[in-house]
């Protein structure tokens, strides 16, 4: 039987699959020396057989672990579950990735009210013993019994205003003791120590499974299958006086990554205080001015674990009677920007390598750099401040609750998520939202720091705001009252709450953010273009480093006004001279629009798809607009209803459609390879270094490529012919169709490139319309019959499995064949990764997302290289 329980000196940091991320870096402070409260760790296999043995503890476990518990007691020189000298527990989860305030947390265990008495004589403060009694009823009845935690708020503040009482701390031994007495009354939990640890360690495991923890995981990409640890930890008490408390740093600002030891602390606090946001902070300078000797042992610490740690740490500690502990250290959550800044500073201090900050950055995180920042000289109505905890503007109709969130959200409204302070609970509703806003908490309490690891925009302790859910306001100082659906604009950078939608000035880079681009360049193999079909889109796409364009959808550019009703008559058109005169119309637009691409892209490839919608979706389908439209072309309304209805069909996505098009009407596919390569020459006669590549889409085998390749081909030499110039130019085929994928050998011998269109690709292997599926992926992402939204990360047990086969085989045929992707997926770091494995040349994406696949590319390179 393998060992389930580790005691804090057994462990190490690497032992994070083992211990969890909690649990290992326990151990290693531990180990350091430095001053941990002792204790001892349920391992995550443990995790996995309780789930496996139908929710129930594996047998001798509890045996396992008293021996682990009598160990702690000698070491702590207190006993579990003794009156006179009594030992506490925290029971705390610990996943092997980190997972803030996702799962549940028991403070105080082992409290009863013999305990509590004698904890009162022992310490001679009966304040603080039945403060910490109170926190543990509390705790105990919600984590474990699943009672209201929000009922025992209430209880409290009710017997507040009844005496008077202001704050928490205005609260006697005596107080707290009627409190004790409310709560026992409201919850009838077992006053047995070791009976209480049992149900906790459940509790804790269970806790895994929560719906908060659940939407994290999937947020970020966790396995399901890791299972949490369960750390049990000697209780030292922040609530102990006025020369105690509790507070949460980080060795790094995690906002701006500014090198400087940044944090908040508590006098008189629990730690969850701190982490709730229940109470709003003071920064920790507070500390060094009347504790000194324990700030200054803070800030040795906090400095020798970065260096350890080789990373900006996130750190709990608590100070009680004037002695410093060490509860929690971890790599901190930080904003895109300090995350770019940390780890660009890292390399120049000497701390990491260029390769190790690739790979500190999260891709989405490059995207800070990317979106707009409220602008500064158009800042009016500046109604309520508060404290910078993620940057970023924002702007959205104020909702009141998660779940109101989440239902204004469905339409696509953006909303600014307003809470007296956030909870884990509130998790979907953070992930919907715009922006985040509370009364309470400050820069490390968990609407801080889960906003930051989303790159939300959030204000948090915005203390001039009075924040009333049940009547659906938020009251100023000054007493203006905003109202559910009121729209705001939050500036996350300043802290500052505006009324109205305050204008957005573009992002800005940064020199850190270009110096760890330029190294993601060097440590890349896959190239990076970008999906582009308008001059702007292609400059911009260049600018943010594309190497070119990996998809030009052609048919987007016939939907403009002046265009669509000549694409409408070329399809109305009654006989094939007619409609070869419209499309030498559209040929001149076309034409222009690919020599614009051409001198944006100067020397990189474009590639240009050819005609791929239905037809039927370029003409109208209500009555009034067929009429308009009918009007427009001098035609009889009669004649555009029957050609709409001829054109419908009953599954467009499967239907006429892609390189069938080219088959039924070829002089469709020679007027745009004319386009095409016309536009070319005319670049080249303005001094540009144009590289078409044509792709013909939705090929199913090979004879359909070579019938339409002969088109190109025929219609190429045309154009040249009349031109004594030579031009650069590959023809290929976008691989969308499984049998196109099961057959790429023999397609590898008709095209010089196939492009994976994994969009197609993925609905046609699944069998889900990507235009439909929203309305049961999210059932199916709940109910774990999928383990990810196919349409956002590639599925690569069979999406991947049928790309891999093309790859393969039709390498094996023709050496010389360039492979990329043009999806959706190709700006998702994890399918990026997919296509670095898998050998491809390029991925394109939207040309926003184009630093994010540059700085996801190189990550795959460096770990491919270990």
């Known amino acids: 039987m393998a060992k389930r329980v580790y005691l804090f000196n057994e462990g190490n940091r690497e032992d994070r699959d083992l211990l969890g991320g909690k649990g290992a870096n326990l151990c290693e402070m531990t180990n350091l020396g430095l001053p941990v409260p002792f204790g001892f760790i349920i391992t995550t296999p443990t995790c996995r057989e309780f789930f496996e043995n139908g929710n129930k503890l594996p047998n001798l476990l509890e045996q396992e672990y008293r021996v682990a518990l009598d160990l702690v007691e000698k070491k702590m020189d207190a006993r579990f579950g003794d009156p006179e000298n009594p030992l506490l527990f925290s029971v705390r989860s610990g996943a092997p990735i980190s997972m803030p305030g996702m799962m549940n947390t028991i403070l105080n265990l082992g409290l009863n009210d013999a305990i509590a008495e004698g904890l009162a004589r022992k310490t001679d403060n009966p304040r603080f013993a039945y403060d910490s009694y109170r926190r543990f009823i509390q705790m105990f009845a919600e984590v474990v019994m699943n009672h209201d935690a929000h009922a025992f708020e209430k209880e409290i503040e009710h017997y507040k205003k009844e005496r008077g009482y202001e704050t928490d701390v205005d609260m006697t031994a005596a107080d707290w003791q009627a409190i004790v007495e409310r709560f026992k009354a409201m919850a009838d939990f077992p006053q047995d120590p070791f009976v209480q640890l049992r149900m906790a360690v459940e509790a804790v495991f269970l806790s895994w499974h929560t719906p908060r923890a659940n939407v994290y995981?999937?947020?970020?990409?966790?396995?399901?299958?890791?299972?949490?640890?369960?750390?049990?930890?000697?209780?030292?008490?922040?609530?102990?006086?006025?020369?105690?408390?509790?507070?949460?740093?980080?060795?790094?600002?995690?906002?701006?990554?500014?090198?400087?030891?940044?944090?908040?602390?508590?006098?008189?606090?629990?730690?969850?205080?701190?982490?709730?946001?229940?109470?709003?902070?003071?920064?920790?300078?507070?500390?060094?001015?009347?504790?000194?000797?324990?700030?200054?042992?803070?800030n040795e610490t906090q400095a020798l674990l970065e260096r350890h740690y080789r990373d900006m740490q996130d750190i709990e500690f608590t100070v009680q009677e004037g002695r410093f502990y060490m509860l929690q250290t971890r790599s901190?959550?930080?904003?895109?920007?300090?995350?770019?800044?940390?780890?660009?500073?890292?390399?120049?201090?000497?701390?990491?390598?260029?390769?190790?900050a690739l790979l500190r950055v999260s891709p989405e995180h490059v995207e800070a750099f990317l979106h707009p920042m409220v602008d500064p000289e158009a800042?009016?109505?500046?109604?309520?401040?508060?404290?910078?905890?993620?940057?970023?503007?924002?702007?959205?109709?104020?909702?009141?609750?998660?779940?109101?969130?989440?239902?204004?959200?469905?339409?696509?409204?953006?909303?600014?998520?307003?809470?007296?302070?956030?909870?884990?609970?509130?998790?979907?509703?953070?992930?919907?939202?715009?922006?985040?806003?509370?009364?309470?908490?400050?820069?490390?309490?968990?609407?801080a720091v889960v906003a930051r690891g989303m790159g939300v925009c959030a204000i948090t302790g915005a203390s001039s705001l009075s924040v009333n859910a049940d009547a659906g306001t938020a009251t100023t100082k000054d007493g203006v009252t905003l109202k559910r659906g009121d729209i705001i604009t939050l500036d996350g950078t300043a802290g500052e709450v505006m009324l109205?939608?305050?204008?957005?000035?573009?992002?800005?880079?940064?020199?850190?953010?270009?110096?760890?681009?330029?190294?993601?360049?060097?440590?890349?193999?896959?190239?990076?273009?970008?999906?582009?079909?308008?001059?702007?889109?292609?400059?911009?796409?260049?600018?943010?480093?594309?190497?070119?364009?990996?998809?030009?959808?052609?048919?987007?550019?016939?939907?403009?006004?002046?265009?669509?009703?000549?694409?409408?008559?070329?399809?109305?058109?009654?006989?094939r001279k007619a409609r070869k005169g419209y499309l030498k119309k559209l040929q001149a637009f076309q034409q222009a629009d690919m020599v614009a691409l051409f001198k944006a892209m100067d020397g990189l490839p474009v590639t240009v798809r050819l005609l791929d919608p239905p037809l039927h979706e370029f003409l109208p389908h209500g009555e009034e607009e067929t009429r308009a439209l009918a009007k427009r072309l001098d035609l009889h309304s009669g004649q555009v209803q029957t050609?709409?209805?001829?054109?419908?069909?009953?599954?467009?996505?499967?239907?006429?459609?892609?390189?069938?098009?080219?088959?039924?009407?070829?002089?469709?596919?020679?007027?745009?390879?004319?386009?095409?390569?016309?536009?070319?020459?005319?670049a080249i006669e303005e001094g540009y270094q144009p590289y078409p590549e044509i792709m013909i889409p939705l090929t199913v085998n090979v004879r359909e490529i070579r019938l339409v390749g002969d088109i190109i081909d025929a219609?190429?030499?045309?154009?040249?012919?009349?031109?004594?110039?030579?031009?650069?130019?590959?023809?290929?085929?976008?691989?969308?169709?499984?049998r196109a994928c099961l057959g790429a050998d023999r397609l590898a011998t008709a095209v010089e490139f196939m492009s994976f269109g994994t969009n197609d690709l993925t609905q046609m292997t699944y069998g889900f319309s990507r235009d439909d599926a929203g309305r049961f992926i999210p059932q199916y992402l709940d109910k774990k019959l999928i383990e990810?939204?196919?349409?956002?990360?590639?599925?690569?047990?069979?999406?991947?499995?049928?790309?891999?086969?093309?790859?393969?085989?039709?390498?094996?045929?023709a050496k010389g064949?360039?492979?990329?992707?043009?999806?959706?997926?190709?700006?998702?770091?994890?399918?990026?990764?997919?296509?670095?494995?898998?050998?491809?040349?390029?991925?394109?994406?939207?040309?926003?997302?184009?630093?994010?696949?540059?700085?996801?590319?190189?990550?795959?390179h460096v770990l491919a290289e270990g």
């Open 217 to 298: 995981r999937e947020m970020n990409n966790i396995p399901d299958s890791l299972g949490t640890a369960v750390t049990v930890q000697s209780m030292v008490y922040g609530n102990f006086g006025d020369d105690s408390g509790s507070g949460v740093a980080f060795t790094r600002n995690p906002s701006t990554g500014e090198n400087r030891f940044f944090g908040e602390f508590l006098f008189n606090a629990a730690g969850e205080d701190v982490v709730a946001g229940t109470r709003t902070p003071q920064p920790i300078s507070a500390l060094k001015d009347r504790l000194p000797a324990v700030y200054d042992q803070l």
């Open 332 to 356: 901190g959550k930080r904003t895109g920007r300090a995350s770019v800044k940390i780890a660009v500073d890292m390399v120049g201090e000497g701390l990491i390598n260029e390769k190790e």
């Open 379 to 447: 800042k009016t109505d500046i109604i309520a401040t508060g404290l910078p905890a993620s940057p970023g503007g924002a702007t959205g109709a104020i909702v009141f609750s998660a779940d109101e969130a989440v239902e204004v959200a469905r339409d696509g409204t953006a909303v600014i998520l307003v809470r007296r302070e956030t909870t884990p609970e509130d998790i979907h509703g953070m992930k919907v939202a715009a922006g985040i806003l509370t009364e309470l908490g400050g820069m490390t309490s968990h609407a």
């Open 500 to 575: 109205g939608d305050i204008p957005k000035t573009e992002a800005s880079s940064s020199d850190d953010f270009q110096t760890l681009l330029s190294w993601a360049d060097k440590h890349r193999r896959l190239k990076v273009r970008a999906n582009a079909e308008t001059p702007e889109d292609a400059i911009r796409a260049r600018e943010l480093g594309a190497e070119g364009i990996g998809l030009c959808r052609t048919e987007h550019m016939f939907f403009e006004a002046e265009r669509i009703d000549l694409m409408r008559a070329m399809i109305l058109a009654p006989d």
């Open 643 to 682: 050609a709409v209805a001829e054109l419908s069909e009953v599954n467009p996505m499967l239907g006429f459609r892609g390189c069938r098009l080219s088959v039924v009407y070829p002089e469709i596919t020679r007027m745009q390879v004319r386009a095409i390569i016309g536009a070319a020459l005319s």
């Open 715 to 738: 219609s190429i030499r045309k154009v040249l012919g009349e031109k004594s110039v030579s031009l650069r130019y590959k023809v290929g085929t976008m691989m969308e169709t499984p």
């Open 788 to 813: 990810h939204d196919p349409f956002i990360s590639l599925d690569q047990r069979a999406v991947g499995r049928l790309m891999r086969l093309a790859v393969e085989e039709s390498r094996a045929v």
């Open 817 to 860: 064949i360039k492979y990329g992707i043009c999806g959706e997926h190709g700006g998702d770091p994890r399918s990026i990764q997919f296509c670095h494995e898998l050998g491809l040349d390029y991925v394109s994406c939207s040309p926003y997302r184009v630093p994010v696949a540059r700085v996801a590319a190189a990550q795959a």
